[in-house]
């Protein structure tokens, strides 16, 4: 069990809190498939201390989604500081479909495309800082930036706001290693609810602008949109715009650098995407599966009972394993294959459920701009020599990613 999350099962005394990721292996985190494999076929559903019960097959991951009112995301399933229930992630069915019916519409697939134009444009303006140098630091200078200014633009917000926004950010994702403490300590707890605080007045303030002077951006949109015929109310906006901050960047960030983690170390899989840029939408959907960049969502069993011949009970954690029901050979027979030609391809990285990602269309989006624009603008690249890729646990991002490469003339 160490190799996931570094806790003991069995051990007498409590646990000490722990992110359900916190002492994995990086290099398990760098290629976790092998890892999933060997846990579906040892123990599928494992009782992990700390963390709760893991669940690692496809039929049970598919059951799980299908039982919201069983396995619940609420505040007691992710702790991230807040001080409301985050919208949609936190709020159990039927109440969740209220919001899913506001939202859903905001973020269909024909809203986002008109958004592509501005993406484009983003993208570039990024790749044209560094595109005469010959190398970069991906994670710095592209996939860390691109979803945040995304995200900026689509609220309405100020370019300018972006390093507060990464601060804000980086303090509920990863508060531990913001500030050096343990994770779970009171100083850690602390600093993560000062963040938190701040989080909420930023958008309150946003939200008075936007009221005084309502454009056609997001955060106009929430403040106009009406569900049977009531107006959401401030606190609702509140609490979708902390969820957007956390559920937003990060996501697309990690996974560009899986992407880009897999392409430098494929490069015959790379020079497809530049010969026929037409298959971008197919490979995207195919690192999703292979890379699944959010490895695990959480839930809390509201009822006692069983998942995969195991007992379950009322209170226990469950960690859904997304990238292990993604490569689950008895789900998809050539599921260790990563193939560009996939017909059907019904992966579980933006989740399943109700709680499926509503962001998916934008994700998808932002991913597929910056794959086209990039092998466009930087047909051949590689990593730096000498430097080996490590992977952050949970949310699978990288670090420090220095790449060289050769611009298009
Ligand atoms: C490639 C990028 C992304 C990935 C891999 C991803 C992944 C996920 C996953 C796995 C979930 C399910 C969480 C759970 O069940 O506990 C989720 C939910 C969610 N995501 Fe994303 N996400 C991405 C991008 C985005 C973006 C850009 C947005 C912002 C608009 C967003 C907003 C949300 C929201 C609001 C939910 C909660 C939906 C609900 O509870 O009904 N995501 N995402």
Redesign the pocket.
């Given at each position: 069990m160490d190799q996931t999350t570094g806790a003991t099962p069995g051990a007498g005394s409590p646990p000490a809190p722990t992110s359900p990721f916190a002492g994995m292996d990086p290099e398990m985190c760098a290629n976790p498939q092998p890892v999933f494999r060997l846990l579906r076929d040892s123990e599928p559903v494992m009782a992990v201390e700390g963390v709760g019960l893991v669940l690692t097959r496809r039929a049970d991951i598919d059951e799980a989604f299908r039982h919201p009112e069983i396995y619940s995301?609420n505040t007691d399933a992710v702790d991230l500081g807040n001080i409301r229930p985050l919208i949609?992630?936190q709020i159990d069915p039927p109440h969740?479909k209220k919001y899913?019916k506001v939202l859903d519409p905001i973020?269909a697939p024909r809203q986002m495309a008109l958004l592509e134009e501005s993406v484009v444009h983003l993208v570039n303006d990024l790749i044209d800082r560094f595109v005469d140098q010959g190398r970069v630091d991906f994670s710095a200078s592209f996939s860390v930036p691109f979803?945040s200014q995304v995200f900026l633009t689509v609220l309405g917000l100020p370019l300018d706001d972006l390093p507060r926004l990464l601060t804000m950010k980086d303090g509920i994702i990863r508060p531990d290693q913001v500030t050096g403490e343990d994770y779970g300590s009171e100083a850690m707890r602390a600093y993560q609810s000062a963040v938190a605080t701040s989080i909420y007045a930023y958008f309150d303030d946003a939200l008075d602008r936007r009221q005084a002077e309502p454009s056609d951006d997001l955060l106009s949109r929430f403040l106009e949109a009406e569900v049977d015929g009531e107006r959401l109310t401030r606190d609702e906006i509140l609490d979708i715009c902390f969820?957007?901050l956390i559920?937003?960047l990060d996501?697309?960030a990690a996974?560009l650098d899986c992407m880009f983690g897999y392409l430098v170390h494929h490069p015959d899989q790379r020079r497809r995407i530049v010969e026929d840029p037409s298959i971008i939408p197919a490979v995207v959907e195919e690192l999703?599966r292979w890379e699944t960049?959010?490895m695990g969502?959480?839930r809390v069993a509201l009822e006692d009972t069983e998942i995969g011949g195991c007992p379950v009970h009322k209170g226990d954690g469950v960690m859904i394993l997304?990238g292990s029901a993604n490569t689950d050979e008895a789900d998809l027979p050539d599921s260790h294959e990563v193939r560009f030609d996939r017909d059907v391809n019904r992966h579980l990285?933006?989740?399943g459920g109700?709680?499926?990602?509503?962001?998916?269309h934008?994700?998808r989006l932002e991913?597929r701009v910056a794959l086209r624009e990039w092998h466009r603008r930087i047909p051949d690249y590689s990593l730096a020599e000498g430097h080996t890729l490590v992977y952050t646990p949970a949310i699978r991002s990288i670090e420090h990613f220095p790449m060289v490469f050769t611009a298009a003339p």
């Open positions: 995301s949609p992630l969740h899913r973020f979803p969820l957007f559920a937003g996501t697309v996974t999703l960049p959010v969502v959480a997304l990285a933006f989740g109700v709680h499926r990602c509503l962001g998916s934008l994700a991913l």
